[in-house]
């Protein structure tokens, strides 16, 4: 089936440092999200992307809707040990039926 | 908080007996799904509804079964629990008009 490559797989950082992760596919996606799960919960979503191009923030969260629709950026600025937890990708294909597509996740840790 | 809750938040069953969890919205949102998730492989699609009583297969669906008699429930079934269905399962609902999903806090089952 369908793919999302989501990296890093995993990041270790000092509080402060900004951070970049992605997800690329083979395939031409219509929508882009990006979630965050804590330990123990489910996922919680930070940006919607709807458009090739667009740029969204969230607070200190960017967000990128690739142009050529096949990937898309997370940048966190700034980073603070609440940022902890895992990212998550998520694509919804031109030509699906409601079904989105999911990366393997990037595991964020902060060091104050 | 998308209304969602799950039921219950944990299981622990043994191989071979039947068990059912329920996912609840409180918004009437048409469109519900249930995922499980495991270490290296993220979030995978076992089934979804797009409506009371209509339900269509998602990419991990055997072994599984759902059924939605009403728009505010969607309930799994695990028909015989196997080991290799020690996962945490997870509900979402869809924003109308987008292709925006939002999840439950999850059930962690263990089959033993």
């Known amino acids: 089936g369908q793919q999302l490559n989501q990296s890093p797989q995993s990041m270790f950082i000092q509080e402060g440092e900004d951070v970049s992760m992605n997800c690329t596919s083979s395939s031409i996606f219509n929508t882009w999200l990006w979630y965050k799960q804590d330990p123990g919960e489910g996922p919680v979503l930070l940006i919607a992307?709807?458009?090739?191009?667009e740029l969204t923030s969230n607070g200190r969260l960017t967000a990128q809707f690739g142009i050529t629709r096949k990937d898309s950026f997370l940048n966190i600025s700034a980073s603070i040990p609440s940022d902890v937890g895992i990212y998550f990708c998520a694509g919804f294909l031109s030509s699906n039926t409601g079904k989105l597509i999911f990366g393997q996740g990037t595991t964020l840790q902060v060091k104050p | 908080d998308a209304g969602i809750t799950q039921s219950p938040r944990h299981k622990v069953t043994e191989t071979g007996t039947p068990v059912t969890l329920r996912c609840h919205q409180t918004e009437n949102h048409r469109y519900m799904y249930w995922y499980r998730q495991d270490p290296g492989h993220g979030l995978r699609l076992i089934h979804y509804s797009y409506g009371v009583k209509d339900t269509d297969k998602g990419e991990v669906s055997d072994g599984y079964s759902v059924s939605r008699s009403k728009t505010e429930d969607f309930l799994l079934t695990l028909e015989s629990a196997t080991s290799s269905q020690t996962s945490v399962y997870f509900c979402a609902i869809r924003k109308p008009g987008t292709e925006t999903q939002y999840f439950g806090p999850g059930t962690r089952l263990l089959v033993l």
């Open positions: 992307l709807y458009k090739a191009g």
